[in-house]
């Protein structure tokens, strides 16, 4: 399962990274202005 990365780029204060483990989460914070920096890691399957 892959794992997502977010980069806020410091737009909203201190320069911040978000982690998700599914597309519809990541889509949330990419709406509020996140970057997508892609696939940093692959994660078991639950």
Not at 19 to 34: F, I, K, Q, S, T
Request: proline residues 11%.
């Amino acid at each position: 399962m892959p794992l997502y990365r977010a980069y806020n780029n410091g737009k909203f204060g201190a320069p911040n990274h978000r982690y998700r483990a599914g597309n519809p989460l990541l889509d949330m914070v990419l709406y509020e202005g996140w970057v997508d920096e892609g696939v940093v890691a692959c994660l078991p399957v639950p």
